[in-house]
């Protein structure tokens, strides 16, 4: 286990990092560059929903970190705007699953390629191994993190 001062640079990072994701103007950006008109709260249910398909209020509110009562209320102006519509979920019929429409799955391509536009001209200057490695160690980190809730949460 690393000793606690080593891990100071790498904390240091991550909050700047975090602090970048987080910022609005990101957001901003992103929709601008997707020429996507959206509400900064609802375009990364949006995203979530075309990255990972179908999905409860409770899955969706653990995904994007929110609690179930705001996810329903931006799902119900997603709805309104016919880019998410509601279904009962096959296997269990107690779970209401929101889906993209079409008009939604259009809107998560063009965010989603206008993700990829922004980070190619972020990344341009790094290696194609720096970029490897760095996705390689988010996701381990990212899976380590979801490994080490599920069992604090005795999963």
């Not at 240091?12 to 959206?38: C, H, M, T, Y």
């Not at 889906?99 to 190619?120: F, P």
């Not at 990344?123 to 899976?143: H, I, V, Y």
């Amino acid at each position: 286990m690393p000793a606690a001062n080593d891990l100071d640079p790498l904390v240091a990072a991550l909050i700047d990092l975090i602090g970048a994701l987080n910022n609005p103007r990101q957001d901003d950006v992103l929709l601008a560059e997707a020429g996507v008109s959206l509400d900064r709260a609802l375009f990364p249910l949006v995203a979530r929903l075309g990255a990972l398909g179908p999905m409860g209020v409770v899955e969706l509110g653990e995904q994007a970190g929110r609690d179930h009562t705001t996810i329903s209320r931006q799902l119900t102006a997603l709805q309104a705007q016919g880019l998410v519509s509601r279904r009962t979920h096959p296997d269990d019929r107690r779970v209401r699953q929101a889906m993209l429409t079409a008009q939604g799955a259009q809107v998560a391509r063009r965010i989603g390629a206008a993700r990829k536009r922004l980070l190619s001209l972020l990344l341009a200057d790094w290696s194609a191994a720096d970029r490897e490695s760095f996705a390689r160690l988010a996701q381990r980190m990212a899976d380590d993190m979801r490994r080490l809730r599920e069992e604090a949460a005795g999963g």
